[in-house]
Structures are given as C-alpha cells and as structure tokens.
C-alpha cells in the first residue's frame, strides 16, 4: 500500500512535469528554432528548409503555426530580424540604421511589420523598401532608417507598435545556395540602433 | 559536496537483483561520483532515477508534439482564409496593406492571385502564367507545406496548366487518364494555389495585374 502511494504521488509530480518540459521544449523549436533548423546571419534568421518536402519536423511545425506560405525555391529565401545587430529587441521607440554594403543579390525586398506580422499603417503608406525602389549612397551603400517620425533618405516607418520585426526577402540563387549548404558567408545588412527617445 | 546515492535499485526487488542492468547501473554511478558534477541540490535531493524518468518522458511528449503540431495547428494558412475566400476560384488580391493583408509577414513587395482549393468535388484544372524572375506559382498543402513550385526565369514568360488531384486511389484512377494539364497530387484534400508577381514599380504593375487576372482555377468533375 505504501509503495502504491509512493509511486502515485510520483506520477502525480513526475508526469506534468515531464509533459511541460517536453511541450515546452517542442514550443521553443518550432517557434525560436535552433541550428537544426534555421541559419543565422547577424541578426537575420531564416528556416532554410521551409517549403521544402525533407523539411524536418520542427520547420513543418513552424510553417503551420506561423500561416507561412513559404516557396521552395533554390532561388528565394526569406530572413527575420526580430533584433539588432547588438542583440537588442527592436522597437519603434528607436531609431535603426540598416546598411547594406557590398549586399548585391539579384533582388531583394525588406519590409517592416508589427510583433503580431501586420504591417504598420503610416502617412507615407510606405512598408518597406526593394533593390529597385531604395536610394543608394554616393559610396554604393544602400542605408534605409528605420524610425517613428520622418527622416531624409530611404526611411521606413516603425510607427508606434512597440515591437518591430524586419523581414528581408534575397532572390538570388549563389545566395540560396550559400545559405543551403552553410557557407553562408556573405554578410547581410547590419542594423545598427543610432538613437531611442 | 554531497555525493550520489549509493542505491540505485530498490532493495525489495531481490528478483532483478542480478540483472546486468544493475550492474550498469552501478558503473554508471561510479562514473559519476568520480566527476562529482556540481548540480544543484533540489535535483540531488529528487534522485537520478526520477531525472532520468522525467528526461525520457519529456523527450517522448517533445516529439510527439512536434509531430503533431501541424495537424494541431489552428492557425495555418488556410484555415486563416477559408472564410476570406471562395472555393475554387483565383482571386487577385489587391497590393497588401495594413487593414487588408491575407497572412501575416505576407510580402508587401508582391502581387498575389490565390485560389483556395477542395477537391472534394473533384480534382481543379489551374493555369497561369509565369512571367519572369521573381514570379512564381505554387501549390500549397492545408497545413502550408509547399508540394509544386513554378519559378520564374528572366526574360522567360511560362505558361502552366496543372491538374491538381487528390491522392490515394481516387486520384490514382485519374492519373491514368490522357490529360492535356500535368496532374499534380495534393497530399491534403484542401490547399491554396499561389501566383505571385514581383511589384517592380509602378510601370510594371498594370502589366503584372493583367497576367494574375489571366490566371484561373475551376473545378472539374471527377
């Protein structure tokens, strides 16, 4: 009767405990992911399997809980930057410089959404910028700020959400390849914070 | 330092007495003893035989989540569309913006004309066109994994015409029929189809509306 009680009382610990590890454990994969399943170039992190059929599990999961469509392309990836290039979250109550320099794929895209992947109604009715429509510096450099209020130059709105994701779309295939077999050696933008209110 | 406890195994169990687990057990204690880990004192205090329960355990609970979580999903891509758009029919979605996005972190630098398939009243004939790098035209299981994908080529205007058909022996009999479309099998019964065009500027964007507005999906009898 005692040994029944004893092994009672340590299910009744040891299975919850064991099931929140475990679910909290798969959440963190699917969600956050780890070097089983993402790269990470500075602050730009992206599911290099997403979209394709030996997607392992914890992408498949990932795609399905995120409503992501992504495309499996050799020529096509997609990176998020829920950070700055120092480690810091990002928010609108900050200003970001992200520097593109000696970052020449095909194409690329960058736009701005809010924590929850809406994009941030502003005046200008801008959301982001691509290689066609961003202005370059006079040294080649592509610099686009990222800030609530107005600037001169590529400027992209943060709005008044507090937290900000960034969302960078390479369309090039050497890139795809770099990122698919981990030599991902070519450096993505930085982003550096230059001011917070 | 505290040490492991020396018992692994219950002293009331004389039957396993002899087992060689038991004596792996022992090893593997003596191992540790030697390394004299220094881990805290609540998970001394709770034994090795219970950590290594609940570790395996929750290492069980930890895949088969995994596993199931995209059948789990509540919200994948296509149960955030279903009410938003008509089965079987492509629809060009005007440009994304705050208010008025199909998905979230969706492109706002892309065109799309989507089609929400079922094929439970038989398979659906699609056509598109391809037009140059930066489109594509893919197809899309319930839970977003992408089973077809026609990428754009520079300079290259490509026009698809698939037969998306279910899988298992309904489709199998389907297969087998002379189609003038590529039959393509759906793992899942529900999907979407996707056409996506590059928003280059304002030039092009008339251009690019009209090939989406080309695309069509429609349902056929089986």
Same mark, same amino acid.
């Given at each position: 009767?005692?040994?029944?009680?004893?092994?009672?009382?340590?299910?009744?610990?040891?299975?919850?405990?064991?099931?929140?590890?475990?679910?909290?454990?798969?959440?963190?994969?699917?969600?956050?992911?780890?070097?089983?399943?993402?790269?990470?170039?500075?602050?730009?992190?992206?599911?290099?399997?997403?979209?394709?059929?030996?997607?392992?599990?914890?992408?498949?999961?990932?795609?399905?809980?995120?409503?992501?469509?992504?495309?499996?392309?050799?020529?096509?990836?997609?990176?998020?930057?829920?950070?700055?290039?120092?480690?810091?979250?990002?928010?609108?109550?900050?200003?970001?410089?992200?520097?593109?320099?000696?970052?020449?794929?095909?194409?690329?895209?960058?736009?701005?959404?809010?924590?929850?992947?809406?994009?941030?109604?502003?005046?200008?009715?801008?959301?982001?910028?691509?290689?066609?429509?961003?202005?370059?510096?006079?040294?080649?450099?592509?610099?686009?700020?990222?800030?609530?209020?107005?600037?001169?130059?590529?400027?992209?709105?943060?709005?008044?959400?507090?937290?900000?994701?960034?969302?960078?779309?390479?369309?090039?295939?050497?890139?795809?390849?770099?990122?698919?077999?981990?030599?991902?050696?070519?450096?993505?933008?930085?982003?550096?914070?230059?001011?917070?209110? | 330092?505290?040490? %492991?406890?020396?018992?692994? %195994?219950?002293?009331?169990?004389?039957?396993?007495?002899?087992?060689?687990?038991?004596?792996? +057990?022992?090893?593997?204690?003596?191992?540790?003893?030697?390394?004299?880990?220094?881990?805290?004192? %609540?998970?001394?205090?709770?034994?090795?035989?219970?950590?290594?329960?609940?570790?395996?355990?929750?290492?069980?609970?930890?895949?088969?989540?995994?596993?199931?979580?995209?059948?789990?999903?509540?919200?994948?891509?296509?149960?955030?569309?279903?009410?938003?758009?008509?089965?079987?029919?492509?629809?060009?979605?005007?440009?994304?913006?705050?208010?008025? /996005?199909?998905?979230?972190?969706?492109?706002?630098?892309? +065109?799309?004309?989507?089609?929400?398939?079922?094929?439970?009243?038989?398979?659906?004939?699609?056509?598109?066109?391809?037009?140059?790098?930066?489109?594509?035209?893919?197809?899309?299981?319930?839970?977003?994994?992408?089973?077809?994908?026609?990428?754009? /080529?520079?300079?290259?205007?490509?026009?698809?015409? +698939?037969?998306?058909?279910?899988?298992?022996?309904?489709?199998?009999?389907?297969?087998?029929?002379?189609?003038?479309?590529?039959?393509?099998?759906?793992?899942?019964?529900?999907?979407?189809?996707?056409?996506?065009?590059?928003?280059?500027?304002?030039?092009?964007?008339?251009?690019?509306?009209?090939?989406?507005?080309?695309?069509?999906?429609? /349902?056929?009898?089986?």
């Amino acid at each position: 009767m005692r040994l029944l009680r004893k092994v009672l009382v340590n299910l009744a610990v040891l299975v919850p405990a064991a099931a929140l590890l475990g679910l909290g454990t798969a959440w963190y994969m699917i969600q956050a992911g780890s070097r089983l399943s993402t790269r990470t170039v500075g602050p730009w992190v992206t599911w290099s399997a997403a979209g394709r059929s030996d997607a392992d599990p914890y992408t498949r999961a990932h795609v399905a809980w995120n409503a992501m469509l992504p495309v499996s392309s050799t020529s096509e990836l997609s990176f998020r930057a829920k950070t700055d290039s120092s480690g810091s979250r990002l928010t609108s109550a900050c200003d970001y410089a992200i520097v593109m320099e000696e970052f020449e794929p095909a194409w690329w895209g960058l736009a701005v959404f809010d924590g929850d992947g809406k994009l941030i109604a502003n005046p200008a009715e801008r959301h982001g910028f691509t290689s066609s429509t961003a202005m370059r510096e006079p040294d080649g450099r592509t610099v686009i700020i990222l800030a609530r209020d107005a600037r001169p130059g590529n400027w992209l709105p943060s709005g008044r959400s507090n937290r900000v994701v960034l969302v960078l779309t390479v369309q090039d295939s050497s890139w795809a390849a770099a990122i698919h077999d981990g030599s991902a050696a070519k450096a993505l933008p930085e982003v550096v914070r230059t001011g917070c209110r | 330092m505290k040490r %492991w406890p020396i018992e692994l %195994w219950p002293a009331r169990l004389p039957r396993v007495q002899q087992l060689p687990v038991r004596l792996w +057990l022992k090893q593997a204690q003596a191992l540790l003893m030697r390394l004299r880990l220094p881990l805290p004192q %609540w998970l001394r205090r709770l034994g090795w035989r219970r950590i290594t329960a609940v570790v395996l355990l929750a290492g069980i609970v930890h895949i088969c989540a995994t596993l199931a979580a995209p059948m789990l999903s509540s919200r994948h891509a296509y149960l955030l569309v279903r009410d938003k758009l008509p089965a079987n029919r492509m629809v060009v979605l005007p440009p994304q913006s705050p208010g008025n /996005q199909l998905l979230p972190y969706v492109s706002p630098h892309m +065109l799309y004309a989507v089609c929400r398939y079922d094929l439970s009243g038989g398979p659906v004939i699609v056509t598109a066109t391809v037009a140059d790098a930066g489109w594509a035209l893919s197809l899309h299981a319930a839970q977003g994994d992408n089973f077809y994908v026609m990428p754009g /080529q520079p300079l290259r205007r490509t026009d698809v015409s +698939l037969l998306v058909i279910p899988s298992g022996p309904e489709g199998a009999l389907i297969q087998k029929r002379d189609t003038a479309e590529t039959p393509i099998v759906s793992p899942t019964p529900e999907g979407l189809i996707v056409l996506r065009a590059p928003l280059r500027g304002l030039a092009w964007s008339a251009e690019a509306d009209a090939v989406l507005q080309r695309a069509t999906c429609t /349902q056929v009898r089986p």
